[in-house]
């Protein structure tokens, strides 16, 4: 196995506990590490630090184990079961009203490079890093151990998240067993989940609590549901009491997928309307139609390298929104961008409402949800960060 040694003092953010090591720390590595090997790291005085994968680029090892073990079939099954008993803890997993979660969430459950959603017994996989990839046989035997009879297929969707230069030329498709089952349940409310042809692995499961909350405030109000994807916040709004509810994507399919899942909880239910059209040239004929909106887009700074641009995104994006809002309304807008640090993203807000004039009170500060967790040494895995406003 190949050794990567720390320049002196690198070795203090591992001590720290933290599951990164930049390609920067590194003094030498003895060996010749292929992309998703697993490697162990030390300090310049040759004391072991941890063990990981390997990989080529800025992050250049994925801490897997502090401790001097073997990573083999008993690691993943440890690491799954805890991870699945922690969704049990929650009150997520073994749920009549709830059957779907996040089961892996990377670095908060210590998997870094590993993402698993579990929709209805079928579990869809997305390896980030070659060597979580490479692991795939052992992991797809944890989870049929750990979850049992609760499984009845996995799904890997990693064809858009792995590295493109690794040369592993991956396939989306089931990897254990077969569905033919893509209705799924939350929190009583029933949705069509496309993990096939979806975004991500089919639904966007950290917004759960983000919907209920909006479901308390959505009564007799009129409602406008932006960037909607699959419609989960149009049907928690439905639910609430909504006088009516429009929502609105750019995808045509998303509008479609909308449609199906409101038709779910709300058969013929003339309260919503769905729209395919761009955000700016919906909300440039809305004013003053809505009196709750949801601004909830897809990351506009996926690299540090873009954040600005991303700010004036957001910017713009928010005071279009707290312009036309009827008075006394209310807003949830969100990022999902990592890089927008939560006091970066109320600080673009703050301006987006300062360059309206109009009074503006936060209610709430929303982030990811309990079966996203984060490490607490691992800060930034909170990327999910949002505010519900009132505006006067």
Known sequence: MSKIILKAGKEKSLLRRHPWVFSGAIAQIEGQPAEGDIVKVYSH?????AAGHYQIGSIAVRILSFDERPIDQPFWKERIGQAYR?????GLADNPHNNVYRLVHGEGDDLPGLVIDYYAGVAVVQFHSVGMYHNKDEICRALQEVMGDRLTAIYDKSESTLPYKAGLQPQNGYIWGQSDNFTAMENGLRFN???IEGQKTGFFIDQRENRALLERYARRRDTLNMFCYTGGFSFYAMRGGARLVHSVDSSARAIELTKQNVELNFPEDSRHEAFVDEAFH?????????DLIVLDPPAFAKHQKVLDNAIQGYKKLNRKGIEIIRSGGIIFTFSCSQVMTKELF??????AAANTGRRVKILHQLTQPADHPINIYHPEGEYLKGLVLYVE
């Open 193 to 195: 989940v496309d993990w």
């Open 86 to 90: 922690t969704r049990i803890a929650i």
């Open 282 to 290: 919906f909300l440039e004929h809305a004013k003053d139609r809505y």
């Open 346 to 351: 109320r600080q673009t807000v703050f301006t």
């Open 45 to 49: 005085t040759q004391e072991f630090l």
